[in-house]
Structure formats: C-alpha cells, structure tokens
C-alpha cells in the first residue's frame, strides 16, 4: 500500500532525476541522483549530525527544520546527507557538488543502504543551509575517551 509518504517522496526523487534516468528508476527503484542540478550535499558523520540535534534544544539554537525535508543516512559508512541549496557553503562540512550522486531507493525499502531520517514533502523545501552552518559551529566538540574517564 502506498502512503503520503512514499508518494511525496517518490515524487521528489524522480524530480531531482535527469529525465533519461526515469526509465531506469521506475524499473528498479534505485536511483543515482545529482549533486549541483537541484541541490548540493552536506556530508557529515552520523555523530556531528546528533550532535546537531541534541544542541538545539540544549543550547537553544536557532530551529534547524528538518521536518518535511530531506536528510538521507548511509549506515555502511555512518554518513549522513543533507540536500541544501546549490552554492551553499558550510565551514567544517564537506559540501557535495557537481559530479557527485547520492544513491537512493525507494522509501518502501527500508533495509537499503539509504536511509530516510527526514522525508520530503510538498512544497519541496531544503534544510536552511545558513541554519545548518550556525549549528555547525556552535555545537560542542565531541568528548574524548580520556573526558569520559574523567
């Protein structure tokens, strides 16, 4: 059975294919997708992404919206992804460009390698990348194994 969800986000994958790519998706539901058309990527590990998340609340950082937005994590390398606007700059995040594709499978298939932490829906938006970037920078530095003795 089909639900919102995978609607909206099936239907935000095939917008973000190259056209002659639809084919090959609507066949195998896996798809490359293209930094630098619609979006850029901010790639980070998993940790500095909940790390993120945590701060927020706890630092009282301004609101990073994810709801409604696109945030895939890759679990065979502890990556997480993030679609932002094409041009973003974030200081301290590798920021995927042009020549780089993101691997994604339908959202019906949840034990692929990608994950969705945060599902697309209409109106398409991208996490606010200026956001991101405070968050970024105002996050506290992960512990050390020797803070953690102590």
Do not use: F, K, Q
């Amino acid at each position: 059975m089909i639900n919102d969800r995978e609607t909206t986000t099936t239907a935000w994958i095939e917008r973000s294919l190259p056209a002659a790519d639809l084919e090959g998706w609507r066949r195998s539901y896996t798809a490359l997708l293209p930094a630098g058309l619609h979006w850029d990527l901010a790639r980070m590990p998993l940790a500095t992404w909940e790390r993120i998340r945590r701060a927020r609340t706890r630092l009282g950082l301004p609101v990073l919206e994810t709801r409604g937005r696109p945030v895939i994590y890759d679990p065979t390398c502890g990556t997480v992804y993030v679609p932002i606007p094409v041009g973003s700059v974030i200081p301290g995040v590798c920021v995927l460009r042009a020549g780089t594709w993101l691997l994604v499978h339908h959202p019906s298939h949840p034990a692929a390698p990608g994950r969705w932490l945060s599902w697309p829906a209409r109106p398409y938006r991208l996490i606010d990348a200026t956001a991101l970037a405070t968050a970024v920078a105002t996050i506290p530095a992960p512990r050390t194994a020797i803070e953690d003795r102590s």
